[in-house]
């Protein structure tokens, strides 16, 4: 019938508009005690930062399946979040690589190639990268001279693969959680000092250089049990925190306020612990559990007085508080590779408060769209003289 081929370039067409669609975020505002209705308002003096987390790249290791379906839908979550949310600004908190503490250099090469290919809508924005697990291993495979190599292929990170900087007045200091959970070893001597001078700094902008002095000298006596010394700024004061590893909990947090929230979202309606809705994590180096332990937190509290702190590495999100009232946000897996429900968080600083406004992006779920090609195909063949001649056959 005539009506067939038109059928089938119909169902192209939808195609190719469901692709488009079904890569656009669905965000939502995340509530707090302390919500303000005006604080989701866009003001052009507010920093938009999206942040990402374990994208578990496998550069030239990367099987079919995922080089020309998984791969491709992330590059396209990139760039509808881009275009949609129109960040200032991108963050990526770690596991870029799905075995990078395995890979040799040029193994290396092509994960990074894949990655900067990601970045395509964001080549133009500022960008930093921290360093988590599987990019550089545990403690046992901790290699200075490899973790300096892979820092140096991102921008701002040092040899110890730490990071300071100021974009529109706003503070951030990265650290590199793994050398973190280590004993004595040049890479965790290195994550002290980025503490120690941060701290100072935060001091002498907040008491003025002069009674600063003799706190400094002493701070420069690093103390590898992680000592701190007592100060009087209060808790929020300083730099925002990025860490792979989330920080120890000493009050019980399940996130189950979260939950309640998440599951009036459009994508999020189903349990995100469906058969393959994490298919890498058997491979990581630490349990999606691990966290930093408790004196090195306490010394991280103590020393920066963080004003928020975002971690990742448990391809959840999570949004708690500590008991001296920080708080901190975990942000989810935003690829396929590590559950069938991705995301990413979206952070606004507003320029004339002190809040931040967070914001949860869930992402399509990779069975719904694979329920949705079958069923494309279906209808396609169904719609083609193809089928006709299967039955004569």
Avoid at 155 to 160: Q, V
Avoid at 204 to 216: D, F, Q, R, S
Avoid at 369 to 379: D, E, G, P, T
């Amino acid at each position: 019938m005539a009506w067939r081929p038109v059928m089938g370039l119909i169902l192209i067409f939808a195609l190719v508009i469901y692709e488009e669609w079904v890569s656009i975020p669905s965000c939502k505002l995340v509530p707090t005690s302390t919500t303000d209705l005006e604080l989701d308002l866009d003001h052009p003096d507010d920093l938009k930062v999206m942040l990402v987390a374990n994208l578990l790249l496998l550069g030239s290791d990367s099987p079919f399946f995922n080089s020309n379906f998984r791969d491709y839908y992330l590059s396209k979550f990139f760039r509808k979040s881009f275009e949609s949310l129109k960040p200032d600004m991108l963050l990526v908190l770690g596991d870029v690589s799905a075995k990078g503490s395995e890979l040799t250099r040029s193994k290396w090469v092509s994960v990074l190639h894949q990655f900067h290919g990601l970045l395509g809508p964001f080549i133009g924005l500022p960008y930093h990268v921290i360093l988590g697990d599987r990019d550089i291993g545990e403690c046992s495979e901790l290699n200075v001279k490899s973790v300096y190599w892979m820092a140096s292929n991102f921008p701002g990170l040092d040899s110890a693969g730490c990071g300071a900087f100021e974009i529109s007045n706003i503070s951030f200091v990265s650290l590199n959680a793994i050398a973190l959970l280590c004993g004595n070893n040049n890479l965790r001597f290195g994550v002290e000092k980025v503490v120690e001078r941060e701290s100072v700094d935060l001091q002498i902008e907040t008491e003025g250089a002069a009674e600063v002095m003799n706190k400094a000298s002493k701070l420069r006596e690093t103390n590898h049990n992680f000592g701190w010394k007592e100060n009087s700024i209060s808790s929020g004061s300083g730099p925002v925190l990025l860490l792979h590893f989330p920080l120890y909990q000493t009050v019980d947090s399940n996130c189950s306020g979260f939950n309640a929230f998440k599951r009036t979202l459009k994508h999020s309606r189903e349990s995100s612990n469906m058969l393959g809705s994490r298919r890498l994590v058997e491979t990581g180096p630490y349990k999606l559990s691990q966290t930093l332990p408790r004196n090195a937190t306490e010394y991280i509290f103590q020393a920066l007085k963080p004003r928020i702190v975002f971690s990742a590495h448990t391809h959840e999100f999570c949004d708690q508080l500590h008991s001296d009232g920080t708080r901190e946000v975990s942000v989810p897996a935003m690829t396929w590779n590590a559950r069938d429900d991705p995301g990413f968080v979206v952070a606004t600083f507003h320029r004339n408060r002190r809040a931040v406004s967070v914001s949860y992006c869930s992402l399509a779920r990779e069975s719904h769209v694979i329920i949705a090609y079958v069923s494309f195909v279906v209808l396609f063949l169904s719609t083609t003289p193809l089928l006709r001649y299967l039955r004569i056959l």
